[in-house]
């Protein structure tokens, strides 16, 4: 059953009707804003990929993908989980240069999710990613591309507020950077959710860098798969959302591995069978372009922008009873 908070006193800024018309103005000006800050173009992305190519996103490890059979051609196909690898190889097939990226709209199925007020089995997101090159690989690089996103979104908000008086969201447009060991040594009794919490409600947006290998503690801040970002060149960025009082994570990026650090990920992940995938052989052979990307959650961006209490206003999905009779009590509209 899904865990679902409504906030004391809640109530939408915004009507149905508005909502639904301020969700197509976002998306429309994200994708823009992204697309000029960035230097991307919009392509066009799948929804399911072929086991066998080693494209899809294994994020924790753990997820289970949605799997269908295609009669006609023979083979199983799976449903996306992300476009990590998948943006990678394209870059390398449609011949772009480094400085030059693309941008997709990216829709996928994760069935295992435990669904609360930020979690859906539906993820609708800005996939995108950037040919760099061997000198761009460093920390500066990746803080300055994370700069150009928190201005984008920023100034998607300035803009959707002119259109809607009632709207009063506030962003703060300083990023505070820290890496996840920093973050645990400044709280080594809470959990790294806990953690999170604490230090965005003090600093209001934040990216936590280096996530996925194990932290002094012997913990991780995260799961991160082994063979998209480098471990030591990532990291989430996290806005406070104010309804419902907590840290609200819009994206999960990164420089990617080269084929150095893939190797070195594998082995620590206990991943070394994946060395036989296409994408894996083409990587460890310096055969791909190095790149740094990103998915940005749509709808998280249109929650924290209305400042809604549930991501089940911004998106229609499956919800439990529990969920939809809790909203429909408290007057929040479930789409």
């Not at 059979?69 to 870059?91: F, G, N, T, Y």
């Not at 052989?281 to 998915?295: S, V």
Request: hydrophobic share 35%; glycine share 6%; proline share 3%.
């Amino acid at each position: 059953m899904g865990t679902v908070i409504i906030p004391e006193g809640y109530k939408s800024c915004l009507s149905t009707y508005e909502t639904q018309e301020a969700i197509g103005m976002i998306k429309n000006l994200m994708q823009k804003k992204l697309c000029m800050a960035l230097k991307l173009k919009r392509v066009t992305a799948p929804l399911f990929v072929d086991p066998a190519s080693g494209l899809n996103d294994d994020l924790n490890g753990v997820e289970r993908p949605v799997t269908f059979d295609i009669p006609d051609a023979k083979m199983e196909a799976q449903v996306v989980h992300s476009l990590a690898k998948w943006k990678r190889m394209a870059l390398y097939r449609y011949n772009f240069h480094p400085g030059k990226g693309i941008l997709c709209d990216m829709n996928a199925i994760r069935r295992d999710e435990e669904l609360d007020n930020l979690h859906s089995a539906y993820v609708d997101q800005w996939d995108w990613e950037k040919i760099i090159t061997a000198e761009d690989r460093n920390m500066d690089y990746l803080k300055n591309t994370v700069t150009r996103i928190v201005e984008s979104i920023c100034n998607a908000l300035d803009e959707v507020k002119y259109q809607y008086e009632n709207l009063h969201t506030e962003l703060c447009r300083d990023i505070t950077f820290i890496t996840s060991q920093e973050l645990e040594d400044l709280y080594p009794n809470l959990t790294p959710k806990e953690r999170e919490n604490a230090f965005v409600k003090e600093k209001k947006t934040v990216f936590i860098m280096q996530i996925g290998d194990l932290l002094k503690s012997g913990e991780r801040h995260d799961g991160r798969a082994p063979d998209y970002d480098d471990w030591k060149l990532n990291g989430d960025l996290l806005f406070w959302h104010e309804p419902l009082q907590c840290a609200l994570e819009v994206s999960s990026m990164g420089i990617r591995v080269d084929a150095k650090t893939l190797d070195e990920q594998l082995t620590k992940a206990g991943c070394d069978e994946r060395r036989n995938l296409t994408f894996h052989k083409m990587l460890l052979n310096n055969e791909l372009p190095l790149t740094i990307g990103g998915g940005i959650g749509q709808s998280r961006i249109c929650m924290l922008l209305l400042q809604k209490a549930h991501v089940g206003e911004v998106q229609a999905s499956i919800w439990d009873e529990h969920t939809l009779e809790a909203c429909e009590k408290a007057g929040i509209e479930i789409l």
